[in-house]
Nanobody
Framework: VQLVESGGGSVQSGGSLRLSCAASGYTYSNYYMGWFRQPPGKEREGVAAIVSKGTTFYVESVKGRFTISQDSAKNTLYLQMNSLKPEDTAKYYC?????????????????????????WGQGTQVTVSS
C-alpha cells in the first residue's frame, strides 16, 4: 500500500490550496480515506474523512472551509482548503482504513483518530501566513 500526498505549499491567510493523495497497491474501493494534520509541536489530529456510501465527515474547525472528495477511477483523494487561516499550518497526511464500521455518527461520538487508520502517507506541508 502506498499513499503519496502532494499540493502543499505556502499561502497567505484567506488563500486556497488543494491537496491530492495518490493511492496504489490495493483495491481503492475497499478502503475508506481520511485526512489528518500535525501542527508544529502538536499531536496529529483528524481533519476530514469519507465513510461508507461517500458520506463525509469534518471536524468543527474546518467545516465550511474544507472539502474532502475522491476520484475512485484515479485512486485519488483530495482536500480542497479554502479561507485558510494561520492555525491551519501543519503537515497534512492522507490515510486509509479497511474498517467499514466507522461512520459519520461514530466519528461525531468518538472523534477522528489516528488508530482508526491502517495506512499512511508521508505528508505534505501547508504553511499559512497572516
Amino acid at each position: 500500500v502506498q499513499l503519496v500526498e502532494s499540493g502543499g505549499g505556502s499561502v497567505q491567510s484567506g488563500g486556497s490550496l488543494r491537496l491530492s493523495c495518490a493511492a496504489s497497491g490495493y483495491t481503492y474501493s475497499n478502503y475508506y480515506m481520511g485526512w489528518f494534520r500535525q501542527p508544529p509541536g502538536k499531536e496529529r489530529e483528524g481533519v476530514a474523512a469519507i465513510v461508507s456510501k461517500g458520506t463525509t465527515f469534518y471536524v468543527e474547525s474546518v467545516k465550511g472551509r474544507f472539502t474532502i472528495s475522491q476520484d475512485s477511477a484515479k485512486n485519488t483523494l483530495y482536500l480542497q482548503m479554502n479561507s485558510l487561516k494561520p492555525e491551519d499550518t501543519a503537515k497534512y497526511y492522507c490515510a486509509a482504513t479497511s474498517n467499514a464500521y466507522y461512520s459519520s455518527d461514530y466519528y461525531r461520538r468518538f472523534g477522528l483518530r489516528e488508530w482508526q487508520y491502517n495506512y499512511w502517507g508521508q505528508g505534505t506541508q501547508v504553511t499559512v501566513s497572516s
